[in-house]
């Protein structure tokens, strides 16, 4: 049922999220930005990197929520990782890693001039954001993790392979829409089939010919072929306590199934100073599409802006 095409196929989902293109790293790949609002010297705008597999569709609708309070106007930068959305797939063979995803935003944060700047990351994303903290600590005015931390849960890697398979073995349209809903209400149960059809639309579109395309590199996939629901990652604390030197806001969605629980518990342990927000009922990635959870990322980013007011 899939078809892997260049370019994308038309779709909807980005007309709002017109992007310049910025070449990053030794393999030159073309990284998708969009830009929402004028970057400032004096407020650091905020990076939003989405998941694994997804794309800045998932943040396109935060920018004007947040801009929206009192005492905002921030600017926000949406990006496309590499293989994902609008940005350019590697080579056949080429590995997708974090550490190189690391590297690209801060390669697109240069070619921005962007000095610092609030890190926003779900999933992967935030595992991302760790690793630029690790490696440029005075790039970071921020860090927000949303579904991610030191620990990732195998179980959300194993579901996202699986899906995949599942609606790649699917003959009809209409078999993959029904398929996608019933995963999607998994996430977000109680939505309607409308609003279930629109967040399938944010990592696979239809071409001409009715055939589904994933808005991700399937190579992404191919990756996960090691990871069974049952194994145990590594943990990488030492790559958390990287956030050490900035505030840091921790988003659990109550349904995810890429932190646990005790997951979470202890990066709030060891992070008392941190922001904190549970999402109820939700999975991931997060909608972001609740008042409460615009007025407590706006506080945040407030909060930051304070701080670097008082130091300068």
Known sequence: MFKRATPLPQTPLFSDLPVRTIVCGAAHTRIAVHIHGEIADDVPPIVCLPGYVRNMSDFAALPRAINR?????????????PGRGRSSYLGKGARYSTLADADCVLDVMAALDVPRAV???EGHGGQVAMVIAGRRPLAVAGTILIDAGPVTDPRGLVRTR???RHLAALKSPAAVSAALRKILSTDYPGESEVRLDGFAQRIYAQDERGKLRALFDSQLIEQ?????????????????DTLSHAPLMIVRSQLTDQVR???YDEMTHRRRDAATLVISDRGSPALLDDSEEHEAIAAFLRDICRADDEQS
């Open 69 to 81: 309070l009192p005492d905002t106007g921030f600017a926000f930068i949406l990006i496309d990782l």
């Open 119 to 121: 890190v926003a990351g």
């Open 162 to 164: 699986n899906n995949f």
């Open 224 to 240: 996960l072929e090691q990871f069974e629901f049952d194994d145990v990652l590594e943990p990488q604390w030492r790559l958390f």
């Open 261 to 263: 629980r005790a997951t």
